[in-house]
DNA sequence: AGGGAAGCCTGCGTGC
DNA sequence: TGCACGCAGGCTTCCC
C-alpha cells in the first residue's frame, strides 16, 4: 500500500522518463478514475516537473496555449503507474496517457486492480485546489513537521489513539498503517493508548522514529508486501527491515516476545506487548 | 464536535 | 476441485 515512502519512490522512479515529455492523447478505459475538474485545455500538455504531497503524486502540466494545469494522482490501495513501450494494454488499465518524448512514443497506465485510487485534473499548478490536499498537514521530512508540531497535533486529538492520530492526514501528511506501526514500535509506545497520555519525552522519541522509518523506507525504494512495484517495475525492500507490519505471532526482534495483533482505529496494528508500553 | 464504522473494490488464502 | 467467506486498507460519508 503506498505510503510517502512509496509514492516518493514512484515520483523518482518516473521524474527522468517523464520530466518534458508531452502528453498527446488521455484515454479513459474505465469512467471516473479520471475526474477533469479543469475548465479545458488543448492537447499536448507538457510534463514539467513531478512532485509529492503527503500520499499524492503531482504533475505540473502546460498545455498548447501556456495554460497551467496539475494532475494529481492517489493511488489509495492498489493503485500504480506503468511506462509501457508497446501497445499490450495490461488488466486493470483505467487511463492511458500517451507520452511523446524525444521522439519516443510511449503509454504512461494507470493501472488499479481495486479501483480506489482517483485521477484529477485541475487549473493552475496549485495542489490546494484539491479541497482534501489543501487540508493535509506538514511532510513530516520537512521542517514545518517538528516535535512542537507533534506535542501539539498529540495534545489537538488526545483524546483518540496515538495511532490514530499518527495516520490522520490533517496532522501529518503520508503515513498510513505500515509506517505508523513501525514507528510505534521503535519509539516504545502502545498503539492504542490516546495520544494525550504519550508523555514529552515519548514524543520526542516518535518525532525521530517517523522521521527514521520514513527516511529508511525511502533509502530501500519502499516497501513491497503484496504488490507495490515503483514506477519502472520494481520492488522495493524495506519490508526486510520491518519489526511489527506482517509479524503476528513472530518473536519481537529486540525481546522476542510473540508480537500482538489487535485493531486500532479500524486498522489490524501489530505491537510488541514488552516493548510498547 | 469529533470519533468510530460502513462502504467502496478485487484477489487471494483458508476451510469445508 | 470448487465454492463461500473473510481479509487486506486509504479515504469519504454517514451516524452516534
Given at each position: 500500500m503506498p505510503e510517502l515512502p512509496e509514492v516518493e519512490t514512484v515520483?523518482?522512479?518516473?521524474t527522468d522518463t517523464l520530466s518534458g515529455a508531452t502528453i498527446v492523447a488521455i484515454e479513459e478505459r474505465f469512467p471516473g478514475v479520471l475526474i477533469d475538474e479543469s475548465e479545458g485545455y488543448t492537447l499536448p500538455l507538457t510534463i514539467e516537473r513531478l512532485r509529492r504531497r503527503g500520499k499524492y503524486l503531482l504533475f505540473d502540466l502546460i498545455d498548447v496555449e501556456g495554460k497551467a494545469l496539475?494532475?494529481?494522482a492517489h493511488f489509495r490501495m492498489t493503485g500504480k503507474f506503468y511506462i509501457e513501450h508497446h501497445n499490450h494494454v495490461q488488466p486493470h488499465t483505467h487511463v492511458r496517457l500517451k507520452i511523446i518524448k524525444d521522439g519516443n512514443t510511449f503509454h504512461l497506465d494507470y493501472v488499479d486492480v481495486r479501483r480506489f485510487g482517483r485521477l484529477w485534473l485541475y487549473?493552475?499548478?496549485?495542489?490546494?485546489?484539491?479541497?482534501?490536499?489543501?487540508?493535509?498537514?506538514?511532510e513530516p521530512l520537512s521542517e514545518a513537521f517538528s516535535e512542537e508540531s507533534l506535542r501539539f497535533s498529540l495534545k489537538r486529538r488526545h483524546g483518540s489513539t496515538v495511532k490514530a492520530t499518527l495516520l490522520n492526514q490533517e496532522e501529518i501528511a503520508g503515513i498510513g498503517n505500515i509506517y505508523a506501526d513501525e514507528a510505534l514500535f521503535r519509539a516504545g509506545i502502545r498503539p492504542q493508548r490516546r495520544s494525550g497520555r504519550v508523555t514529552k519525552k515519548e514524543t520526542a522519541k516518535l518525532h525521530l522514529a517517523l522521521r527514521d522509518v520514513l527516511e529508511l523506507g525511502i533509502g530501500?525504494?519502499?516497501?513491497?508486501?503484496r504488490d507495490y512495484v515503483d514506477g519502472l517495475g520494481r520492488p522495493g525492500s524495506f519490508q526486510q527491515l520491518l519489526n511489527v507490519y506482517g509479524r503476528s505471532g513472530e518473536p519481537c526482534h529486540v525481546c522476542q516476545t510473540p508480537l500482538k495483533t489487535i485493531r486500532v482505529a479500524g486498522r489490524t496494528t501489530r505491537y510488541c506487548p514488552r516493548c510498547q508500553r
Open positions: 515520483r523518482r522512479s518516473l496539475i494532475l494529481i487549473d493552475s499548478h496549485d495542489e490546494n485546489r484539491h479541497k482534501t490536499i489543501a487540508g493535509l498537514g506538514p530501500h525504494r519502499g516497501t513491497s508486501f
